[in-house]
């Protein structure tokens, strides 16, 4: 069975998600975006809050789209202002998903994730695993266990 994780991560959480993920046997693919976000918080909220409220596509990096041959694709976004992060909107655009067995991981600072939640349940209907901060909250990969 070949796997995919194919991911955003700004601040490391989505990374900690790749780390766990690869251990399982998870072919791992990050999307980058080009737009630049602030380093420290409060910036950074109030520029990524304010484009994943209003439901921007961040222009993303060059990145592999072929997911022919993968019998799972897991996507990974943060979660900002309770939405999908502005490169997770661009990556859903530029991935041909139709047909394919989608799911999906969210890592949020609050652990909740209601609006993005929805979108993704109105898109795929699916429910996607939320965990709380994993770069902050390790123990929160607990349960991507045999995921």
């Known amino acids: ?32 975006s080009k737009v630049k976000y602030p ?6 909220m109030m520029k990524g809050g304010h484009r994943a409220l209003t439901n921007k596509k961040d222009d993303l990096e060059d990145f592999d789209t072929n997911l022919k041959g993968y019998d799972k694709i897991v996507i990974g976004s943060p979660v900002w202002d309770d939405r999908l992060a502005p490169a997770t909107n661009a990556l859903l655009d530029k991935l041909d998903l139709k047909g394919k067995n989608v799911s999906f991981i969210l890592y949020s600072g609050s652990g ?7 979108k993704i349940q109105e898109l795929f ?13 390790p123990q929160e990969l607990a349960k991507l266990k045999d995921f």
């Not at 380093?39 to 950074?44: A, D, G, T, V, Y």
């Not at 699916?126 to 902050?136: N, S, T, V």
């Open 39 to 44: 380093k420290s918080l409060f910036p950074l």
């Open 112 to 118: 909740q994730a209601q609006k993005a939640t929805e």
């Open 1 to 32: 069975m070949k796997n995919l994780f194919i991911y955003y991560s700004l601040t490391g959480s989505g990374d900690k998600v790749a780390e766990e993920l690869k251990k399982q046997g998870y072919e791992i693919r990050k999307v980058k």
């Open 125 to 137: 209907g699916k429910e996607p695993i939320i965990l709380k901060a994993p770069k902050k909250h």
